[in-house]
Every structure is written in structure tokens, then in C-alpha cells.
């Protein structure tokens, strides 16, 4: 059965960094590209960057909302994706759900349960 | 970017009642568009992949259509565990989108 698992939510203070952990299970994760998709409280749901699997490069995109202050990374020995979020944003407050991207990176098939950030002073 | 407009953002139903929701690309997407189901405090569910192909397990009373801008996602036969929130979603060179969302309450 495949399980996303995501850590590290909590309140942190605008201009302040946190770093997400998606903890992955059931699948082999070095073959799937990754990726971090947002839900601001009440509103519908933001992508936010996927990373590929090292087979592609293990490059990564992001929107532009969060392009060069968010980075994804990913531990194929330990079966985990980060995010590494800096110089937050009270906009940046959302729950932040990790997914697998299916077939030809088009669509995510698999969601964790979510992790929610909440960037205030 | 390509932007997702959802329609409506939301329908009353009744259980048993057909429903369609439709989504509109501002520009073509080919057949590079997925739908989800969201309920309430739970992360979304994928329904459709590639416009019309079923996702494993989902019932078959779901099912889309659509192709380049236009796409709708149908429900045959309403079901009471069916009132949700269902978001489309399209991928385009490696970016991705979702449309706004459309809630079906219970008329």
C-alpha cells in the first residue's frame, strides 16, 4: 500500500525558514518524480513544485509563487522528499500536501495526509 | 500560465441526480487534465487521469471527457458519499494548474 507521510508543520515567523519531510512507503521511490502541492485555509489547492526521479536528473520546477525561495530535494536511500522553505511568507501559510506524480508527470496519484504550515509574528 | 476555470463553484443535488462539471482551459492542453475529489479535512482523491481514464478503484459512475480546452467530469448517479469538493487539474510543461473547485452539497 502506498503512504506519504509528511513532518516538520508548525508556526513559524514570516522571513523565518522550515523544512517539510515526506516520508515515502510501499513503492519504489527512486522511480517516481515528487511532488509538494498547497491549500491555504478555505481556499482550493496551489501546486508548488515537483523534483524528478535521478533516472531524469533529478531535477526540479516550481511555481512562480515560490520559485528561489523553495527547494526540493529528495533522499532516495531514506525514501524522502523535502521541502526546504525559506524566507516565508504570511501567504506562504497552507496546508502542504506531498504527492506522487503518475504516468508522464501529468497528474498525482497518490496525496499524504498534509502538514500545516502557519507563517505569523 | 494557463489558467483552469471551473463551472459552477458550486451545485445543489440530490442523491441519484446526474451531475456535470465542466472545466476550460484558457489555452489547449491536449488531454493532459485530471480530476479530484476532496472532502472535507481529507487530502484530495485522484478520479480521472488523462481526461477520461478512471483511476484504479473509483467508482465507474465518474467519468470524463474533453479534449485541447474544454473538459467535463460527469456523475451518473449521485451518491451520498459523493458531496465533495472536485477539483480539475491540467499539467503543461511541467506546470501545473487546478481550477477553482466545485462544491456539491446536498439539495
Known amino acids: 500500500e502506498v503512504q506519504l507521510v509528511e513532518s516538520g508543520g508548525g508556526l513559524v515567523q514570516p522571513g523565518r525558514s522550515l523544512r517539510l519531510s515526506c516520508t515515502a512507503s510501499?513503492?519504489?521511490?527512486?522511480?517516481?518524480?515528487m511532488s509538494w502541492v498547497r491549500q491555504a485555509p478555505g481556499k482550493g489547492l496551489e501546486w508548488v513544485g515537483f523534483i524528478r526521479s535521478k533516472a531524469y536528473g533529478g531535477t526540479t520546477e516550481y511555481a512562480a509563487s515560490v520559485k528561489g525561495r523553495f527547494t526540493i530535494s529528495r533522499d532516495d536511500s531514506k525514501s524522502i522528499a523535502y521541502l526546504q522553505m525559506n524566507s516565508l511568507k504570511t501567504e506562504d501559510t497552507a496546508v502542504y500536501y506531498c504527492t506522487r506524480l503518475g504516468q508522464l508527470w501529468t497528474y498525482f496519484d497518490y496525496w499524504g495526509q498534509g502538514t500545516l504550515v502557519t507563517v505569523s509574528s | 500560465d494557463i489558467q483552469m476555470t471551473q463551472s459552477p463553484s458550486s451545485v445543489s443535488a440530490s442523491v441519484g441526480d446526474r451531475v456535470t462539471i465542466t472545466c476550460r482551459a484558457s489555452q489547449g492542453i491536449s488531454s493532459w487534465l485530471a480530476w479530484y475529489q476532496q472532502k472535507p479535512g481529507k487530502a484530495p482523491k485522484l478520479l480521472i487521469y488523462?481526461?477520461?481514464s478512471l483511476q484504479s478503484g473509483v467508482p465507474s459512475r465518474f467519468s470524463g471527457s474533453g479534449s485541447g480546452t474544454d473538459f467535463t467530469l460527469t456523475i451518473s448517479s449521485l451518491q451520498p458519499e459523493d458531496f465533495a469538493t472536485y477539483y480539475c487539474?491540467?499539467?503543461?510543461?511541467?506546470?501545473?494548474?487546478f481550477g477553482g473547485g466545485t462544491k456539491v452539497e446536498i439539495k
Open positions: 487539474q491540467q499539467a503543461n510543461s511541467f506546470l501545473f494548474t
Open positions: 488523462a481526461a477520461s
Open positions: 510501499g513503492f519504489t521511490f527512486g522511480d517516481y518524480a
